[in-house]
């Protein structure tokens, strides 16, 4: 469990790229990959957070500022994958859906910003 | 994992709630709760399907098909907890965020729905 296991994210509205995988067998990199990846989303204009979790099938939402800094994101995260091995060499399968979030809250019901 | 590790959803737009937590310690009927939950939304009116994994931070997306239906949703979950031991027996802490898909892609590039 990383340190800080919630975003960050400030009052709504904001942009939630979900990334669900199957990952393919073996390594061949894909940690080093993976740790390059979310070091470089923390330093992308516009990112928020990240969370991210996986036993068997993996999901990583990463939050952005907008529509715009998602979109930028894609192009880093597809050149960084292109550099390297590929996805095939990773991933079985995997899905991404691009969302804006409207409304949040965190279990003592209040907006996350305000906890 | 499970038999179907994506949710098969439908082209955009549709509702993502973005479910992440940390349990509290012991099980205390925590994995009576979350097989009655995950049988209840898929029973719910505008289900879509649902992906989840858990590491430390458990991340459980569930997709359904408006706002609609994503708050009925709200209030069959809150009244099920309310029902049994409450969320603080389970859970250390948690955010919900509800989101609006607008974009989604496979693997292959395709729209999801196209795959």
Not at 17 to 27: C, E, L, N, P, Q
């Amino acid at each position: 469990m990383p340190d800080q296991p919630f975003a960050d994210t400030p009052p709504p509205p904001y942009v939630a790229v979900i990334f669900t995988s199957i990952r393919a067998d073996g390594d061949h990199g894909y940690a080093a990959m993976a740790a390059s990846m979310e070091r470089l989303a923390r330093e992308q204009p516009g990112f928020l957070g990240i969370e991210s979790a996986r036993d068997g099938v993996g999901i990583t939402v990463s939050y952005w500022a907008d529509q715009q800094a998602a979109r930028g994101w894609k192009q880093v995260a597809a050149h960084l994958v292109a550099q390297r091995r590929g996805r095939a060499t990773w991933y079985r399968d995997y899905r991404v859906r691009v969302a804006t979030v409207e409304r949040d809250y965190a279990m003592d019901s209040s907006p996350i910003d305000a906890g």
